[in-house]
């Protein structure tokens, strides 16, 4: 079949990579894709947010399958877009609702959702535009550190834990009088910090049934030992040694499945990923966010580990019959280092050759800020490669990943040079 992916980062090309090993894929197009995927696929410059482009290129090009990469797509409603117009009806469409996707689209939804169902959570308040001196009371009757989280998308960006009254009250005048995050700051959700320890659990779900992928641990800290500014990701660890069968068990009890039910009671329909961002506390799973896709750089652990061929696992998952498929897991480790440009997450340059990378072995490269130009591979984002290496121990999975890294050059390259040493 001829499939359409969207998305541009290294998320997508795990996702191109994984799909182009199916026999089932015939031709796959990634709007708008990197140079990784122009290796394996056919890159398109259409927005993944023009729909009316995108429509126009499934019927052209005759597209039965439409896989959604990235969260913007899902948030401006691609899904209600296609199913409302019979062309396109016949589409196997790997998207939640725009109603599902406020689940990544409105932090205070979630919340609430959360609350409503009793799936655990830190206790927080929501405080609008004109509510800033109720939020700044509301902080100062609150103890210490406390988060700020912005409502809507902010690109991983907008997630800030203040250890003191005077860097909480700096950060919630930002988002809430200067617009740090525009639109995404309208709102903001003040929520009690966790202690704890985080992973990422993902559940691939056809509206009824669900299958629980393996779930990963991610390197959100620019700096070693989780210091410096959010990012968008900095590495990734899959299996997690601490999420045991019983911690699992858990997850899927307090929070899967409670999840997926309020979803069906309020006639929202979700297909496709949810991503859920969960705090170990002692050894007690509490949601801190979820996402209706996949993670980035978390695929790029997850998808080499699974066995099954995923479009056949996406086209159970479109005709609601993903109960009739086994999931199959390699026991191996992966381990994910992600190289970046000096300066990210703030200011970096971009436009510089990247070189070396025949040399990499034990390791698979994903691109994410990567463009090909008169026959060079050059930089083009604040991060710009993933190298994960799968092996047998997580030692070796870690030193094969850094050995990658290690390898790649470009001008201003930085890594972490701690991705999941944490663990062992």
Same mark, same amino acid.
């Given at each position: 079949m001829n499939i359409l992916l969207l998305g541009s980062g290294g998320r997508e090309h795990a996702f191109a990579w994984k799909l182009t090993q199916s026999p089932l894929c015939k031709k796959l197009y990634v709007a708008t894709g990197n140079a990784g995927t122009a290796q394996i696929a056919e890159n398109l410059p259409i927005k993944p947010t023009d729909f009316e482009s995108l429509a126009n290129f499934c019927k052209e090009k005759n597209i039965q399958m439409l896989v959604v990469g990235n969260e913007e797509p899902l948030v401006a409603g691609i899904w209600d877009f296609f199913k409302k117009r019979k062309d396109l009806e016949h589409i196997h469409l790997i998207a939640p609702s725009q109603a599902g996707a406020m689940l990544e689209g409105s932090k205070d939804f979630a919340k609430q959702l959360m609350f409503e169902h009793q799936i655990p959570t830190a206790s927080y308040h929501t405080f609008g535009a004109n509510e800033f001196e109720k939020a700044l009371q509301y902080i100062y009757n609150h103890s210490l550190p406390i988060v700020l989280k912005a409502d809507g998308l902010a690109a991983g960006k907008g997630v800030l834990i203040c250890p003191t009254y005077s860097q909480a009250e700096k950060t919630l005048k930002e988002m809430l009088l200067d617009k740090k995050f525009g639109k995404a700051s309208e709102k903001i959700v003040i929520e009690q910090f966790l202690e704890g320890i985080e992973l990422s659990v993902f559940v691939l779900t056809d509206g009824k049934n669900y299958k629980i992928l393996p779930e990963a641990k991610d390197y959100k800290r620019i700096g070693e030992n989780d210091t410096g500014l959010n990012t968008g990701g900095m590495g990734a660890v899959s299996p997690v040694p601490f999420a045991d069968k019983d911690f699992m068990q858990k997850v899927e009890q307090k929070i899967i499945v409670p999840t997926l039910q309020a979803l069906q009671q309020r006639n929202i329909n979700y297909v496709g990923f949810l991503f859920i961002g969960l705090m170990k506390v002692g050894n007690? &799973?509490?949601?801190?966010?979820?996402?209706? !896709?996949?993670?980035? &750089?978390?695929?790029?652990?997850?998808? &080499? !580990?699974?066995?099954?061929?995923?479009?056949?696992?996406?086209?159970?998952?479109?005709t609601q019959k993903l109960n009739e498929i086994q999931l199959k897991i390699k026991p191996q480790t992966a381990v994910t280092t992600i190289v970046v440009s000096q300066g990210y997450p703030e200011n970096y340059e971009t436009g510089k050759e990247i070189l070396n990378l025949e040399k990499i072995e034990h390791a698979l490269i994903f691109h994410a800020g990567t463009k090909q130009e008169n026959g060079k591979l050059l930089t083009n984002?604040?991060?710009?490669?993933?190298?994960?290496?799968?092996?047998?121990?997580? &030692?070796?999975?870690i030193a094969f990943s850094q050995q990658a890294a290690e390898k790649v050059s470009f001008s201003n390259k930085y890594f972490r040079r701690d991705i999941g040493k944490d663990l062992l």
């Amino acid at each position: 079949m001829n499939i359409l992916l969207l998305g541009s980062g290294g998320r997508e090309h795990a996702f191109a990579w994984k799909l182009t090993q199916s026999p089932l894929c015939k031709k796959l197009y990634v709007a708008t894709g990197n140079a990784g995927t122009a290796q394996i696929a056919e890159n398109l410059p259409i927005k993944p947010t023009d729909f009316e482009s995108l429509a126009n290129f499934c019927k052209e090009k005759n597209i039965q399958m439409l896989v959604v990469g990235n969260e913007e797509p899902l948030v401006a409603g691609i899904w209600d877009f296609f199913k409302k117009r019979k062309d396109l009806e016949h589409i196997h469409l790997i998207a939640p609702s725009q109603a599902g996707a406020m689940l990544e689209g409105s932090k205070d939804f979630a919340k609430q959702l959360m609350f409503e169902h009793q799936i655990p959570t830190a206790s927080y308040h929501t405080f609008g535009a004109n509510e800033f001196e109720k939020a700044l009371q509301y902080i100062y009757n609150h103890s210490l550190p406390i988060v700020l989280k912005a409502d809507g998308l902010a690109a991983g960006k907008g997630v800030l834990i203040c250890p003191t009254y005077s860097q909480a009250e700096k950060t919630l005048k930002e988002m809430l009088l200067d617009k740090k995050f525009g639109k995404a700051s309208e709102k903001i959700v003040i929520e009690q910090f966790l202690e704890g320890i985080e992973l990422s659990v993902f559940v691939l779900t056809d509206g009824k049934n669900y299958k629980i992928l393996p779930e990963a641990k991610d390197y959100k800290r620019i700096g070693e030992n989780d210091t410096g500014l959010n990012t968008g990701g900095m590495g990734a660890v899959s299996p997690v040694p601490f999420a045991d069968k019983d911690f699992m068990q858990k997850v899927e009890q307090k929070i899967i499945v409670p999840t997926l039910q309020a979803l069906q009671q309020r006639n929202i329909n979700y297909v496709g990923f949810l991503f859920i961002g969960l705090m170990k506390v002692g050894n007690e &799973p509490y949601v801190i966010e979820f996402n209706c !896709r996949m993670g980035d &750089p978390e695929t790029q652990v997850v998808f &080499p !580990r699974i066995e099954n061929d995923l479009v056949e696992l996406l086209l159970a998952t479109a005709t609601q019959k993903l109960n009739e498929i086994q999931l199959k897991i390699k026991p191996q480790t992966a381990v994910t280092t992600i190289v970046v440009s000096q300066g990210y997450p703030e200011n970096y340059e971009t436009g510089k050759e990247i070189l070396n990378l025949e040399k990499i072995e034990h390791a698979l490269i994903f691109h994410a800020g990567t463009k090909q130009e008169n026959g060079k591979l050059l930089t083009n984002g604040g991060r710009v490669l993933a190298l994960t290496a799968l092996a047998d121990t997580l &030692p070796q999975a870690i030193a094969f990943s850094q050995q990658a890294a290690e390898k790649v050059s470009f001008s201003n390259k930085y890594f972490r040079r701690d991705i999941g040493k944490d663990l062992l």
